[in-house]
């Protein structure tokens, strides 16, 4: 089995940073695609940025500039430093990523996964 486990949420002022961090265990063959999701009170779940094996990155516009995604493909980490943190980046965090397990027969199978979400808020 193959688990996603998320941390480092919190309180923080506005203003200030924190970095979140997720770590995926199990039968893993390859880790493809790394996200950060995030979910507002009352409001859809949006991809706030997401990174490939290689490295690349993309990021949802609100949070350019002040967000970065990187990733530990030895430790099968991804991480998420946020910085210059607005009231509007309240939300559950949730990390998510696309992993190829190996089955006990020796089959492959590629699914998407979730962590549960980590809380992070920004007072004013």
């Known amino acids: 089995h193959v688990q996603l486990q998320a941390s480092g949420g919190g309180l923080v002022q506005a203003g200030g940073s924190l970095t979140l961090s997720c770590r995926a265990s199990?039968?893993?063959?390859?880790?493809?695609?790394m996200s950060w999701y995030r979910q507002a009170l009352g409001k859809q779940r949006e991809l706030v940025g997401s990174?490939?094996?290689?490295?690349?990155?993309n990021y949802v516009d609100s949070v350019k500039g002040r967000f970065t995604i990187s990733r530990d493909n030895a430790k099968n980490m991804v991480h998420l430093q946020m910085h210059s943190l607005t009231p509007e980046d309240t939300a559950v965090y949730y990390c998510?990523?696309?992993?190829?397990?190996?089955?006990?027969?020796?089959?492959?199978?590629?699914?998407?996964?979730w962590g549960r979400g980590t809380q992070v808020t920004v007072s004013s």
């Open positions: 998510n990523a696309d992993i190829s397990s190996v089955q006990s027969v020796g089959a492959a199978l590629r699914k998407n996964y």
């Open positions: 990174v490939i094996r290689g490295g690349d990155t």
């Open positions: 199990g039968s893993i063959f390859r880790i493809n695609v």
